[in-house]
Protein backbone atom coordinates (compact mmCIF):
# COMPACT_ATOMS: atom_id res chain seq x y z
CA UNK A 1 0.00 0.00 0.00
CA UNK A 2 3.02 2.52 0.84
CA UNK A 3 4.12 2.20 -2.95
CA UNK A 4 0.43 2.98 -3.80
CA UNK A 5 0.61 6.39 -1.85
CA UNK A 6 3.83 7.34 -2.88
CA UNK A 7 2.63 6.94 -6.34
CA UNK A 8 -0.47 9.14 -5.78
CA UNK A 9 1.49 11.51 -3.73
CA UNK A 10 4.23 11.73 -7.05
CA UNK A 11 1.28 12.30 -9.18
CA UNK A 12 -0.39 15.03 -7.57
CA UNK A 13 3.19 16.42 -7.53
CA UNK A 14 3.37 16.59 -11.07
CA UNK A 15 -0.44 18.08 -11.67
CA UNK A 16 0.42 20.65 -9.48
CA UNK A 17 3.63 21.27 -11.26
CA UNK A 18 1.37 21.48 -14.31
CA UNK A 19 -0.88 23.77 -12.77
CA UNK A 20 1.88 26.41 -12.06
CA UNK A 21 2.66 26.12 -15.90
CA UNK A 22 -0.53 25.76 -18.05
CA UNK A 23 -3.30 27.84 -15.05
CA UNK A 24 -5.40 24.53 -14.37
CA UNK A 25 -4.82 20.60 -12.90
CA UNK A 26 -4.53 18.54 -16.03
CA UNK A 27 -6.01 14.81 -15.89
CA UNK A 28 -4.84 11.76 -17.10
CA UNK A 29 -5.69 12.24 -20.68
CA UNK A 30 -4.32 16.10 -20.27
CA UNK A 31 -1.50 15.10 -19.54
CA UNK A 32 -1.13 12.50 -22.21
CA UNK A 33 -1.90 15.04 -24.31
CA UNK A 34 0.74 17.46 -23.89
CA UNK A 35 3.30 14.45 -23.79
CA UNK A 36 2.09 14.04 -26.90
CA UNK A 37 2.69 17.29 -28.04
CA UNK A 38 5.94 17.10 -27.06
CA UNK A 39 7.11 13.81 -28.51
CA UNK A 40 5.36 15.61 -31.63
CA UNK A 41 7.87 18.29 -31.52
CA UNK A 42 5.72 20.55 -34.05
CA UNK A 43 4.02 23.22 -30.88
CA UNK A 44 1.21 23.72 -30.02
CA UNK A 45 -1.55 24.03 -33.09
CA UNK A 46 -5.25 23.84 -33.24
CA UNK A 47 -5.18 19.78 -33.28
CA UNK A 48 -8.35 17.68 -35.12
CA UNK A 49 -10.08 15.35 -32.85
CA UNK A 50 -8.39 12.97 -34.44
CA UNK A 51 -5.20 13.94 -34.10
CA UNK A 52 -5.71 14.79 -30.36
CA UNK A 53 -6.59 11.23 -30.33
CA UNK A 54 -3.27 10.61 -32.18
CA UNK A 55 -1.44 12.23 -29.82
CA UNK A 56 -2.74 10.85 -26.87
CA UNK A 57 -1.82 7.44 -28.33
CA UNK A 58 2.15 8.77 -29.14
CA UNK A 59 2.17 9.76 -25.40
CA UNK A 60 1.03 6.55 -24.04
CA UNK A 61 3.53 4.40 -26.34
CA UNK A 62 6.64 6.65 -25.65
CA UNK A 63 5.98 6.77 -21.89
CA UNK A 64 5.30 2.54 -22.38
CA UNK A 65 8.55 2.73 -24.45
CA UNK A 66 10.38 3.57 -21.20
CA UNK A 67 10.18 -0.31 -19.75
CA UNK A 68 10.18 -1.73 -23.38
CA UNK A 69 6.58 -2.43 -24.13
CA UNK A 70 6.36 -0.05 -27.21
CA UNK A 71 9.70 0.61 -29.86
CA UNK A 72 9.86 3.48 -31.72
CA UNK A 73 10.04 2.74 -35.88
CA UNK A 74 9.96 6.37 -37.27
CA UNK A 75 8.37 9.01 -38.24
CA UNK A 76 6.11 9.28 -41.18
CA UNK A 77 6.15 11.83 -44.01
CA UNK A 78 4.41 14.73 -41.37
CA UNK A 79 6.73 14.11 -38.95
CA UNK A 80 4.05 12.19 -36.66
CA UNK A 81 6.24 9.43 -34.51
CA UNK A 82 5.09 5.86 -35.03
CA UNK A 83 5.66 2.77 -32.51
CA UNK A 84 4.70 -1.11 -32.66
CA UNK A 85 4.37 -3.35 -29.79
CA UNK A 86 6.96 -4.96 -28.53
CA UNK A 87 5.36 -6.86 -25.67
CA UNK A 88 2.08 -7.08 -24.64
CA UNK A 89 1.46 -4.78 -21.56
CA UNK A 90 0.21 -6.70 -17.94
CA UNK A 91 -3.21 -5.38 -17.41
CA UNK A 92 -5.51 -6.93 -15.32
CA UNK A 93 -7.72 -4.06 -14.25
CA UNK A 94 -8.68 -0.27 -15.02
CA UNK A 95 -7.26 0.53 -11.16
CA UNK A 96 -3.91 -1.36 -12.47
CA UNK A 97 -4.38 0.11 -15.83
CA UNK A 98 -4.03 3.65 -14.69
CA UNK A 99 -2.01 3.49 -11.74
CA UNK A 100 0.96 1.31 -14.40
CA UNK A 101 0.20 4.69 -16.99
CA UNK A 102 0.47 7.37 -14.47
CA UNK A 103 4.07 5.64 -12.97
CA UNK A 104 5.29 5.29 -16.58
CA UNK A 105 4.23 9.63 -17.04
CA UNK A 106 6.00 10.48 -13.72
CA UNK A 107 9.27 8.14 -14.80
CA UNK A 108 9.00 10.57 -18.40
CA UNK A 109 8.69 13.52 -16.53
CA UNK A 110 11.77 12.65 -14.54
CA UNK A 111 13.55 11.57 -17.45
CA UNK A 112 13.00 14.60 -19.25
CA UNK A 113 14.09 16.52 -15.67
CA UNK A 114 17.68 15.05 -16.50
CA UNK A 115 18.29 16.20 -19.49
Sequence with gaps: MEESSNLDHRWANLR???????????????ILFLIGIQELGQGISDFTKEQKQDLMHIATCKVFSLSGYYELTGLDEDGWPHYKSVKPIPFTNLKEQEQ?????ILEYFNRMNEI
Design 16 to 30: AELMKQFGKKPDLNA
Design 100 to 104: MLKWH
